[in-house]
């Protein structure tokens, strides 16, 4: 019961501060829901199942072409588009698991790691169709939703996609499927003597993640107006790891306090120096040393034992 | 140019890549091997050298070929010494742990490129070649420079080997790779030799880059490519097996510079990086790592 | 004739030169709590582990009731019926006791998750613990959460691999009773060093020696064997 005033809240929160926030803070955080919803599909691999992956910026990709390329050479509108989106990440996180997760650890960072990169090759290497580095460029946002302006049509779509999301993962994280990924990360050997298969176990996370990567990739593209192979970069792998990492892995809210904390600080230390990618670089470094566990899962750890 | 000529200049160019790749790779496959850490930043070491390098040329000025000589011999020391002094302030909190270290490499990876970014500049600078006159061959001349650097690498890479198994250091480092308890028990002072491990992976990457970069400029993202072949090399050679990431190295130097000269890089760099995850995960030892001992 | 729910016939795996398991045929009866015991090395953990898959087989053959199960993975002859506890207590540490027997409950056919989990805890009296990590429970007590989930799975066989080891007089009291409660509903295989548990529970009792069967038979029979004197309780001597 708690758990649902609390997320709830946080969703109402959300609406309030999109609704009132000055034009700028409104569309940054647009932008922020969206790849919050990266970031919550990254945290069901990473934080609950414990399937650290490198390779996500290939399944957000995924979402952005699965959704980009029926706009632009097919004419499909652009709802639907996010819906081919999402399906498109499950599917390429699917795929990439039958193979990826035969291996584990170490291994499995690197061949999801070399997945990644062969999609972010494969962008370029068709750069006629996919527009490679360059991209393409999509049907402006404000004909998304009729009778809205652009900025409204975004920040409805975000916020949209963000409830769903959010009340998606809360769902599944309390339900058996998510109790069974969390046994995965906690001890595969005595979860398979319990008659689960850690193989089909993990490849329904993973694809479950990648459904959550698909539909933000899709839906960034859609509402910015701008599909590119850089999506498909090493950086969008590590980014929603460094959020999930700051927020708290393994808990809900942990992917929206991640994000919104680190795009802030990128984008308050910008005004200073450019020197961002420092940021980025010394917030992976002092997470890993001294907060493995990220704010909510401190948190969570000394007052908040019943956070999902 | 017919044919034959032409496959010889492809191998020829092959070959500098094949040489270049076995000294970074090597570099990466003692870090995992010994320390078994997946060193993400390896390739901001390759970067910091051919970076380095361009500093100290300029600094250094005289004749091309003294400047040159004193890069070779201090960027590789400066890495070094940066790359041990990163293992004691990060590292080694971390207690090695393997995925731990994964993402504080990523850390440092961005950290490397930022600092290169903000010192150097996002532009691309030569370094002068030591010497500059071709070898002319009855099709074609070639860049002497560039066989004197298969000649070097070739060089060191016997060197790194008679200091693994001739010297005492060499041994220490072989031991605590065998086993890092009885090492430890045995009065080794494991974090030394890991601090040393580290410094010479990341030298070596930084030789490569000093060799490199008179025939590729210095750019702060140059690390990228490095780090992917490496990454291959070791992979397709099997984890921490020396013998296998030069044998490795040669492979894929030669097949993608190939596939690169003939079709298209990124063509080469698909293949490869698909050959790595699918050896990853049905032949995990490496395609040529089935000896173990 | 008592019926036969598992048996092995020919069953082999071996390590490199370590005949860890040799050759051995042996036959479960439905209900029976049977011992398997011999010297160190005798290959018990590497048998059970065959007949629970955790191990793959080499040659013979393994049937659960009237299927062949020799090839399956662990996991579904976990689904099948038999149910495996770890020889070191592997329970998981950082989720609640209730979300332990909750991974195994949710295995079986319930209705009521919750009622289930609670009454699967009662049994093995952790009822008043199941909001405890189950990580902080004393060692007594993370085995009896073993032996739950176990049991949670409401398994044909139930094997437990060395259950009393490290648990003080008093709570192997306890376990024993346990282990009565469970057959004939539930047929136990039990891996012990502990002879006055074998003596006292089982109703037959199994020696492997080197990899191979010596014996099978009640614990009187065993007693008065001479080879299994020789083997084992001579090794045990030696031991000692």
């Known amino acids: 019961m708690r758990n649902w005033i609390l997320h709830l809240g946080t969703l109402a929160l959300v609406a309030v501060l999109l609704v009132t926030l000055p034009p700028y803070h409104a569309t940054n955080l647009a932008r922020i829901l969206v790849l919050v919803v990266f970031a919550i599909g990254y945290n069901l691999a990473f934080g609950y199942t414990g399937l650290l992956s490198l390779g996500h910026a290939l399944f957000f990709a995924a979402g952005v072409y699965g959704a980009a390329l029926p706009v632009t050479y097919l004419g499909l509108p652009q709802l639907p588009a996010l819906i081919a989106g999402l399906a498109a990440g499950g599917v390429m996180a699917a795929l990439v698991g039958l193979l990826a997760l035969r291996t584990a650890g170490v291994s499995f960072m690197i061949v999801t790691l070399m997945f990644a990169q062969a999609g972010y090759l494969t962008l370029l290497y068709f750069n006629p169709v996919t527009g490679g580095d360059e991209g393409l460029v999509l049907p402006d946002a404000a004909t998304l939703l009729p009778g809205l302006s652009a900025d409204a049509a975004r920040a409805t779509i975000a916020f949209a996609l963000f409830a769903t999301a959010l009340i998606a993962a809360l769902v599944i994280v309390q339900s058996r499927l998510g109790r069974t990924m969390v046994a995965m990360r906690e001890n595969e050997e005595r979860s398979r003597m319990l008659g689960y298969n850690p193989f089909a176990v993990k490849l329904a996370a993973l694809a479950l993640s990648g459904l959550f990567s698909g539909a933000a990739g899709a839906a960034y593209a859609l509402l910015f107006g701008y599909a590119g192979a850089s999506f498909a970069t090493i950086q969008y792998s590590i980014l929603p790891m460094l959020w999930v990492l700051m927020g708290g892995a393994g808990t809900v809210l942990g992917p929206l306090i991640g994000t919104a904390a680190m795009f802030y600080l990128v984008d308050i230390a910008g005004s200073y120096t450019t020197a961002t990618l420092l940021f980025v670089g010394v917030a992976l470094v002092l997470l890993i040393l001294f907060a493995p566990k990220g704010i909510l899962g401190t948190i969570r750890e000394r007052w908040l034992t019943w956070l999902p | ?293 | 004739m008592a019926s036969v729910i598992l048996s092995a016939r020919a069953l082999t795996r071996h390590f490199g030169g370590l005949r860890a398991v040799d050759g051995v045929d042996f036959d479960l009866h439905t209900g029976e709590i049977h011992a398997l015991i011999g010297p160190n090395g005798a290959g018990k953990t590497t048998f059970v582990g065959l007949l629970s898959g955790r191990i793959p087989t080499q040659s013979g053959t393994i049937m659960l009731g009237g299927d062949e199960i020799t090839r399956l993975a662990a996991h579904v002859r976990v689904r099948k019926g038999i149910a495996y506890t770890f020889q070191i207590t592997s329970v998981y540490p950082r989720l609640s006791v209730f979300d332990n027997v909750a991974l195994a409950v949710q295995q079986t056919a319930t209705r009521d998750l919750r009622a289930d989990v609670t009454a699967a805890l009662a049994r093995v009296n952790l009822a008043d613990r199941a909001e405890q990590t189950a990580g902080t429970l004393s060692y007594g007590h993370q085995r009896l959460l073993e032996v739950g989930m176990g049991l949670a799975l409401r398994p044909r066989v139930l094997i437990l691999d060395e259950p009393t080891q490290g648990l003080a007089s008093g709570e192997i009291a306890g376990f024993k009773a346990l282990v009565r409660s469970l057959v004939p509903e539930t047929t136990v295989l039990l891996i012990e060093h502990n002879m006055d548990v074998v003596m006292d529970l089982a109703t037959r009792i199994t020696v492997l020696a080197a990899g191979r069967h010596l014996a099978t038979g009640t614990p009187a029979e065993i007693r008065a064997n001479h080879a299994v004197q020789d083997a084992y309780l001579g090794g045990h001597d030696a031991e000692t």
Do not use: C
Not at chain 2, 173 to 191: H, K, L, N, S
């Open chain 2, 1 to 293: 140019m017919g044919f034959g000529p032409f496959l010889l200049l492809a191998l020829m160019e092959s070959a500098v890549t094949a040489a270049t790749l076995a000294l970074t790779a090597v570099g990466l496959s003692l870090v995992f091997g010994v320390m078994r850490v997946v060193n993400v930043a390896h390739g901001e070491f390759f970067m910091l050298g051919a970076v380095s390098a361009w500093f100290i040329t300029t600094w250094v000025g005289g004749p091309a070929w003294f400047s040159f000589l004193v890069a070779l011999a201090v960027a590789p020391l400066f890495v070094a010494a940066l790359a041990a002094l990163a293992d004691r302030i990060v590292l080694k909190r971390l207690d090695y742990e393997p995925e731990a270290t994964i993402v504080a490499t990523i850390g440092l990876m961005y950290i490397f490129q930022q600092a290169a970014l903000s010192f150097y500049g996002p532009q691309a600078m030569p370094v002068e070649p030591p010497f500059n006159f071709r070898i002319q061959l009855p099709w074609f001349g070639y860049s002497a420079y560039k066989l004197s650097v298969i000649a070097f690498a070739t060089l060191v890479l016997i060197g790194v080997w008679l200091f693994l198994t001739r010297t005492r250091a060499g041994l220490v480092m072989r031991a605590t790779q065998v086993d890092r308890e009885t090492a430890q028990a045995f009065g080794i002072d494991v974090d030394r030799v890991y601090a040393g491990v580290f410094a010479l992976g990341a030298g070596l990457a930084a030789i490569a880059a000093v060799l490199i970069v008179p025939i590729q400029q210095a750019h702060y993202l140059m690390g990228h490519d490095p780090l992917l072949l490496a990454f291959i090399t070791v992979i397709v050679g099997g984890l921490g097996s020396l013998r296998g990431t030069i044998v490795a190295a040669i492979f894929i130097g030669l097949s993608d510079g190939l596939i690169a000269f003939f079709w298209s890089p990124t063509l080469a760099k698909i293949i490869a990086t698909l050959l790595v995850a699918l050896v990853l995960v049905f032949r995990p030892q490496g395609l040529f790592g089935a000896r173990q001992q």
